[in-house]
C-alpha cells in the first residue's frame, strides 16, 4: 500500500505534463534514455526508453520508480557521479564517461548526457534528461596488428571478446568471454579516435554527436507533447532574469513542507522570494511565478499598517526573528489577517544564508480548533526549513570534494 502514492505520482509526472501518448511516442526514438523526476522522494525514474531496456537487460517494471544509482558498480567512477549530482543541483546539463553495468553485471562504457527539462511557465525543473550512448574502445595495436571483432588483449595481457558495449579501462577485462558473446551480436561500432585518459573512457566525436541528436529529438517530443495540455517545456529556463529559484536538492526538500511559507534571500537587492510553498500559494491565490522575484510586501495593501511592516524590515536588518499579525490580501483583493513569522536560516558556517516567513490565516472565518498552537506549528516550519538548508549545503560541499 505504501507504494500506491508513488506509482501515482510517477505516473502523473508524465502523462499530465505531456499527455497519456507521450510514452508510446517516446518509445518510438531509437535512443537510449531515461526521464527522472526530482521533485518525487529519491529522484526516481519516471520513463526508461525501449533502447535503454534493450541496452541495460531490464524490464521496465525492474526500472521505473528507481534511482539511477542502481547501474553503477565497484568500477564506477565517484568523480564522474559527482559532476552528475552537482549538475541536477545546480540545474544544468553535464556530459560524462561513466562504467554502467548491465543487469547481468557486464560492465561497458556510455558517454551520459543529462539535460534539464524546464517549466515555461514558472522556470521550475520538471525533469532531467539522461541519454547513454555506448563508447566503443579504439582497437589496441602493440606488437602486432588483431581483428576488430576477435580476442583483444587488454594492457595485463588477459584476453577478452570485444562485446556491442566495448571496455575501455583495465580493471574492467575480465575471463567472462561467455557472458560478453552474449552481446556480441549487438551492432559494434569501433571508432578510430577513441582514447583512454586518467583511467576513463574517453568518447569520440562521433559519439558526442549522437548524444546532441538524441537530446534534440527527445527535447522535440516533449516540448511537442507539452503543447497538447498546455503545460509547456523548455531546456531553457524561460522566465525573466530577475526570477530567483533556490536549487533541485532544496527545491525537493521545502517541496515536502505542506505549510504556507516563503523563503527570501537577503544577499540580492530587495530580498526577493527564491521559494514559495503550495500551501502559500493556495493561501494567495497566485501563481507561482508571479511570486518569485518579488518582494513580501506586494501583499500588503490600503489598510495594511506601516509601522508592522517596518517591525518586519529590522527584524530582517538585524537578523533577528519575530512574530506580527499583519492584514495582507489576496490576489483577488479580499483581505485576511496573517499571523506571520520571521525568522533567519543560518547555512553550516552560521552565516544567514535565507529568511524564512511562516504565514497563517487567523481570519475569524479560519479560526478553529487546532491540536497545536499558532506558534508551535511555526516554529516547526522554520524548524523544517533550517533542516532542508543544511542538508542542501552539505550535499553540495561533498559533490565539490
Known sequence: MEQEPMGIAIEQSITSRYSSWVREA??????????????????PIVFASREFLKMFGYSREEVVGKNG?????????????????????????????????????TPFWILFHMFPIFSKKDGRVIHFVGVQVPIMPK??????????????????GAG???????FCRREVCSDIVAELGRSSNLDTVLTDDT???NGTCKASDLEKRRANTAMSNILSMLTHYSELTG????????????????????NTSLGRIKQSFVLTDPHKIDIPIVYASDAFLDLTGYARHEVLGRNCRFLSGQETDGSTQLQITNSIQTGKACTVCILNYRKNGRPFWNSLHVSPVRNASGKIAYFVEVQMDVSCANRGNQ??????????????????VRSSAMFASTSES
Open 69 to 105: 544509482r542502481m547501474f553503477q558498480g565497484i568500477k564506477t567512477s565517484r568523480r564522474s557521479v559527482m559532476e552528475i549530482r552537482e549538475a541536477i543541483r545546480e540545474e544544468k546539463s553535464v556530459q560524462v564517461s561513466l562504467l554502467n553495468y548491465q543487469k547481468n553485471g
Open 26 to 43: 517516446l518509445d518510438e526514438l531509437p535512443h537510449s534514455f531515461t526521464i527522472t523526476d526530482p521533485s518525487i522522494s529519491g529522484h
Open 160 to 166: 577478452f571478446r570485444d562485446s556491442g558495449y566495448g
Open 371 to 388: 491540536n497545536l498552537s499558532p506558534e508551535i506549528r511555526q516554529l516547526s516550519v522554520v524548524g523544517a526549513v533550517k533542516v532542508a
Open 195 to 197: 582514447e583512454v585518459t
Open 231 to 250: 503545460r509547456l517545456v523548455s531546456d531553457k529556463r524561460c522566465c525573466s532574469s530577475n526570477m530567483s529559484h533556490v536549487g533541485a536538492s532544496l
Open 139 to 156: 582497437p589496441r595495436r602493440s606488437g602486432s596488428d588483431f581483428s576488430r571483432t576477435e580476442v583483444h588483449l587488454c594492457e595485463n
